[in-house]
């Protein structure tokens, strides 16, 4: 069977950032450390105010046409996955479309277009939209443009506000390809839940601490539904487990339960026991929903065991690096850490061909995906064509008055000129409701 995945990667991130340890915790008169340690992130990327997930998903996407040396004939399918919408009746992928309308030659007319929503793990079921349309035989040998794009901003003072960014994914999902191939094996967890609402409103009604909890059952439910199908998961299975960021805390809290659940009935559990001094109860594992009461005695020990360290710091902490610079992508938050690991390996000149990727993608609402990726021949040069580092230092760092300004403008409340904070440079903008955007 021929392999499908993904064949390459860019991203756009939003080109203000917000320092969250000096200059977002003295206003709100928070240690530093809450930011830097707990939650995990040091800078919000957030859009300029000629930027929205249109023309940060159609920037994205013309980097990666350019390097891939793709036209409109090679596109068979654009989907966009978005917690941000706007319009409630075209997809942003034809806004996109017509964006790159004005710069290739060529149309879009052939491809199918369309938007998915389910919070942030939309931005991995339009992969697995372009995966399904591939393997049945659709797609007339045309590969799939994916881009995930989103403002996450929340209203100034609720405690989601420290974990705000802005950014778009765009992938190109194709037959053979160079980065990553999807297994055919999927695990699902999913309940209707009201902890995280977007009911025609800008800003996100949230219950964090709740939503911590629904985020956690969720991914285990996914992870047994997964195991259900591929069978037992074993630490040492996966060189990364990548995982739905929106804030790296989060991520450490997913990760501890994760282990637990995955050393069960192996040696490393017996091994544990041993440092720990203490079984794990069954018992206290049934109800996930409630686990940090039940179960924090134990986690508190496995947590500072040498084993688990070393398994963090291998497989977990190289996937939150680009989340910690830039805050919650939302729907391409998993892209990047995806991302974020293999660049890691990269530059530490590691050999990944062949090795596997546990990938947990979730959206509020809420819904867990848990599926593998087997990296591929390509995947060095895929991810090292990607400029991260000098696109996260080229941001404009924003006062807090300024921030202020910005989140203000984007909540329609106060207009600036265009040049206020950075100009444009050869990349698409925001140009007002019902225009065209433009490429300036
Ligand atoms: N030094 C070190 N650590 C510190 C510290 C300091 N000085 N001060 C606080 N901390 C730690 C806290 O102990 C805490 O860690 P633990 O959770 O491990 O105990 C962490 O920093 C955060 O501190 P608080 O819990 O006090 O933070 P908060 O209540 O102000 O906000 C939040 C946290 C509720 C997650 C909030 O950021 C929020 O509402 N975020 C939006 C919702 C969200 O992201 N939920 C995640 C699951 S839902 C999802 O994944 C979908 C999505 O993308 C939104």
């Not at 991203?11 to 530093?32: H, I």
């Not at 297994?183 to 009911?199: H, I, M, N, R, V």
């Given at each position: 069977?021929?392999?499908?995945?993904?064949?390459?990667?860019?991203?756009?991130?939003?080109?203000?950032?917000?320092?969250?340890?000096?200059?977002?915790?003295?206003?709100?008169?928070?240690?530093?450390?809450?930011?830097?340690?707990?939650?995990?992130?040091?800078?919000?990327?957030?859009?300029?105010?000629?930027?929205?997930?249109?023309?940060?998903?159609?920037?994205?996407?013309?980097?990666?046409?350019?390097?891939?040396?793709?036209?409109?004939?090679?596109?068979?399918?654009?989907?966009?996955?978005?917690?941000?919408?706007?319009?409630n009746s075209k997809p942003v992928s034809t806004y996109v479309a017509?964006?790159?309308?004005?710069?290739?030659?060529?149309?879009?007319?052939?491809?199918?277009?369309?938007?998915?929503?389910?919070?942030?793990?939309?931005?991995?079921?339009?992969?697995?939209?372009?995966?399904?349309?591939?393997?049945?035989?659709?797609?007339?040998?045309?590969?799939?443009?994916?881009?995930?794009?989103?403002?996450?901003?929340?209203?100034?003072?609720?405690?989601?506000?420290?974990?705000?960014?802005?950014?778009?994914?765009?992938?190109?999902?194709?037959?053979?390809?160079?980065?990553?191939?999807?297994?055919?094996?999927?695990?699902?967890?999913?309940?209707?839940?009201?902890?995280?609402?977007?009911?025609?409103?800008?800003?996100?009604?949230?219950?964090?601490?709740?939503?911590?909890?629904?985020?956690?059952?969720?991914?285990?439910?996914?992870?047994?539904?997964?195991?259900?199908?591929?069978?037992?998961?074993?630490?040492?299975?996966?060189?990364?487990?990548?995982?739905?960021?929106?804030?790296?805390?989060?991520?450490?809290?997913?990760?501890?339960?994760?282990?637990?659940?995955?050393?069960?009935?192996?040696?490393?559990?017996?091994?544990?026991?041993?440092?720990?001094?203490?079984?794990?109860?069954?018992?206290?594992?049934?109800?996930?929903?409630?686990?940090?009461?039940?179960?924090?005695?134990?986690?508190?020990?496995?947590?500072?065991?040498?084993?688990?360290?070393?398994?963090?710091?291998?497989?977990?902490?190289?996937?939150?690096?680009?989340?910690?610079?830039?805050?919650?992508?939302?729907?391409?938050?998993?892209?990047?850490?995806?991302?974020?690991?293999?660049?890691?390996?990269?530059?530490?000149?590691?050999?990944?061909?062949?090795?596997?990727?546990?990938?947990?993608?979730?959206?509020?609402?809420?819904?867990a995906e848990i599926h593998a990726e087997t990296v591929q021949d390509?995947?060095?040069?895929?991810?090292?064509?990607?400029?991260?580092?000098?696109?996260?230092?080229?941001?404009?760092?924003?006062?807090?008055?300024?921030?202020?300004?910005?989140?203000?403008?984007?909540?329609?409340?106060?207009?600036?000129?265009?040049?206020?904070?950075?100009?444009?440079?050869?990349?698409?903008?925001?140009?007002?409701?019902?225009?065209?955007?433009?490429?300036?």
């Amino acid at each position: 069977m021929t392999a499908v995945g993904i064949d390459a990667i860019e991203l756009w991130t939003g080109k203000l950032r917000l320092d969250l340890p000096n200059t977002f915790a003295p206003v709100k008169g928070e240690d530093p450390g809450k930011y830097t340690k707990g939650i995990g992130i040091e800078y919000s990327s957030l859009p300029d105010v000629y930027e929205d997930i249109v023309t940060m998903g159609a920037n994205a996407a013309k980097r990666l046409m350019d390097r891939e040396g793709l036209t409109p004939d090679d596109i068979g399918r654009i989907d966009v996955a978005t917690e941000s919408a706007f319009d409630n009746s075209k997809p942003v992928s034809t806004y996109v479309a017509g964006c790159l309308e004005q710069v290739y030659d060529g149309d879009f007319h052939h491809a199918n277009k369309g938007e998915r929503k389910f919070a942030c793990l939309s931005g991995t079921q339009v992969i697995d939209d372009a995966y399904n349309w591939i393997r049945a035989g659709r797609n007339r040998g045309r590969a799939a443009l994916v881009i995930a794009t989103d403002t996450a901003l929340y209203e100034r003072g609720d405690p989601g506000e420290a974990t705000q960014g802005a950014g778009a994914v765009a992938m190109l999902v194709d037959e053979d390809p160079d980065v990553v191939a999807l297994s055919t094996e999927q695990g699902y967890g999913s309940a209707d839940e009201t902890d995280f609402l977007k009911p025609n409103q800008q800003f996100p009604s949230v219950d964090g601490k709740r939503s911590i909890q629904v985020y956690l059952a969720r991914m285990r439910e996914a992870l047994e539904d997964y195991e259900s199908v591929a069978g037992d998961t074993h630490p040492d299975d996966f060189v990364y487990f990548p995982f739905h960021t929106p804030y790296p805390g989060m991520v450490r809290k997913a990760a501890l339960l994760g282990y637990r659940h995955i050393t069960r009935g192996t040696d490393i559990e017996d091994a544990l026991a041993d440092d720990i001094g203490m079984q794990p109860r069954e018992a206290d594992f049934a109800e996930w929903d409630d686990y940090e009461e039940a179960i924090r005695a134990y986690m508190d020990e496995l947590k500072e065991t040498r084993r688990y360290r070393e398994w963090y710091e291998r497989a977990i902490d190289p996937t939150v690096r680009i989340a910690g610079q830039v805050g919650n992508w939302y729907t391409g938050s998993v892209h990047l850490a995806r991302l974020s690991a293999l660049r890691a390996a990269a530059e530490e000149d590691a050999d990944l061909v062949g090795e596997k990727l546990l990938v947990g993608s979730y959206g509020s609402g809420a819904q867990a995906e848990i599926h593998a990726e087997t990296v591929q021949d390509g995947w060095r040069e895929g991810v090292e064509a990607v400029d991260v580092e000098a696109r996260l230092d080229n941001r404009y760092d924003l006062s807090y008055e300024e921030y202020e300004l910005v989140h203000d403008v984007h909540n329609h409340e106060k207009e600036v000129e265009v040049d206020e904070f950075t100009q444009p440079s050869g990349e698409f903008v925001f140009t007002g409701w019902g225009r065209m955007n433009e490429r300036r």
